[in-house]
Antibody
Framework: QVHLVESGGGVVQPGEFLRLSCVAS????????MHWVRQAPGKGLDWVAF????????YYADSVKGRFTISRDNSKNTLYLQMNSLRADDTAVYYC?????????????WGQGILVTVSS | EVVMTQSPATLSVSPGESVTLSCRAS??????LAWYQRQPGQAPRLLIY???TRATGIPARFSGSGSGTEFTLTINSLQSEDFAVYYC?????????FGGGTKVEI
């Protein structure tokens, strides 16, 4: 059974940083690409970043490019999202998501989400 | 980036009825279009991918169609568990993008 547990969220001021972690279990983590997806309060789903299974390919939403960095440690079954220069519009629940087995671009299993609040 | 636009924002229907949800892309995404269902308090669930292929375990009352820039999701004979928010998503281009969602309510 796939299990994804996010941590590292919280309340920060604009311009500060946070690092989210996602510990995966119940599947072969090193064989799957992973995504971060977020949902701001009252808004829809917003894809943030992707990393392929071996970490050699990464893609980002335009809104976070240059500020956020996705990474993974397959030896620890852990996905990360380093978020720098945070802005108020980064406030959202952040989800760790596995790719579907058929395509990097599809979303399969989701974590429970972690809240990030950026406020002065 | 490819902008995905869903309509309508909200659909009010009764159980047993059928509904059609629309999704438009700002440029062609070929057939690389997916639909997700999000029920309150739950994670999104993949319903349809490749424009019309149902994901594992998805009942036949869900069907997808379209290509290029215009896509639809049809739900026949709505069940109580189908009242949810539905999102379309393109995966033809990076960055991946979602539509704003359509809420199907009673």
């Amino acid at each position: 059974q796939v299990h994804l547990v996010e941590s590292g969220g919280g309340v920060v001021q604009p311009g500060e940083f946070l690092r989210l972690s996602c510990v995966a279990s119940g599947f072969t983590f090193s064989s799957y690409g992973m995504h971060w997806v977020r949902q701001a309060p009252g808004k829809g789903l917003d894809w943030v970043a992707f990393i392929r299974d071996n970490g050699n390919a990464k893609y980002y939403a335009d809104s976070v490019k240059g500020r956020f960095t996705i990474s993974r440690d397959n030896s620890k079954n852990t996905l990360y999202l380093q978020m720098n220069s945070l802005r108020a519009d980064d406030t959202a629940v952040y989800y760790c998501v596995t790719t579907d087995s058929t395509s990097w671009g599809l979303f399969d299993h989701w974590g429970q989400g972690i809240l990030v609040t950026v406020s002065s | 980036e490819v902008v995905m636009t869903q309509s309508p924002a909200t659909l009010s229907v009764s159980p047993g009825e059928s509904v059609t949800l629309s999704c438009r892309a700002s440029q062609s995404v070929a057939t690389l279009l997916a639909w997700y269902q999000r029920q309150p308090g739950q994670a999104p669930r993949l319903l349809i991918y490749g424009r019309s292929t149902r994901a594992t375990g998805i009942p036949a009352r869900f069907s997808g169609s379209g290509s290029g820039t215009e896509f639809t999701l049809t739900i026949n004979s709505l069940q109580s568990e189908d009242f949810a928010v539905y999102y379309c998503q393109q995966y033809n281009n990076w960055p991946l993008t979602f539509g704003g969602g359509t809420k199907v309510e009673i």
